[in-house]
């Protein structure tokens, strides 16, 4: 298999959506591997078992059919889709938000959960390739094209994992 292409924090450069599957398909797995029930964040308040159960819930709740897009977006779901295309990482906005305020755990365990995210990729992965030129459509996202919408995971994964988390790749 060829190298892949790192950027300054070693992940590799998403530049299409076949980098981005591949990141999706390769590095998560081992990212998952490395994250540690006990493990601190670097920032936020999830734990690793929350933040996995909120990377599945977002990611299931992306894919959803939803039907066509309203004729007109809202503000909210147009600065989305501008952030998405911008390609830039994501950023942490802390909150007011204490833990009590985490929601309750619906997994039984880290390893449950990191079992139903990689099931979630997969079913993530499939809809993009064969969805053809069906763009998405979500209430909070907006419209977002197949290969816009696995771009976004990869920010979204990156910034839990790798930032969040302080996970890291590994080069092959």
Same mark, same amino acid.
């Given at each position: ?12 450069? /998403?530049? #299409? ?11 998560? +797995? $081992? @990212?998952? &591997? ?58 942490? /906005?802390? #909150? ?11 997994? +039984? $365990? @880290?390893? &449950? ?60």
């Amino acid at each position: 298999m060829p190298m892949i292409e790192m950027n300054t924090i070693g992940s590799m450069i /998403f530049n #299409s959506m076949e980098n981005n599957i591949k990141y999706l398909r390769m590095q998560v +797995p $081992s @990212l998952l &591997a490395q994250l540690q029930a006990d493990a601190t964040p670097t920032f936020g308040l999830m734990t690793p078992q929350h933040m996995i159960e909120h990377l599945i819930w977002v990611t299931k709740a992306s894919i959803k059919d939803l039907g066509p897009a309203p004729a007109e977006l809202n503000e909210k779901q147009l600065k989305f889709m501008k952030y998405v295309k911008s390609g830039k990482p994501m950023k942490h /906005f802390p #909150s007011e938000k204490t833990a009590a305020d985490l929601p309750d755990l619906r997994m +039984p $365990s @880290l390893e &449950a959960a990191v079992s139903e995210l990689n099931t979630a990729i997969d079913r993530l992965i499939i809809d993009a390739e064969t969805r053809g030129d069906r763009d998405y459509y979500n209430p909070m996202m907006g419209v977002l094209s197949p290969a816009e919408m696995v771009d976004f995971h990869v920010r979204h994964y990156q910034h839990h994992l790798e930032n969040q988390y302080q996970l890291k790749v590994v080069a092959e």
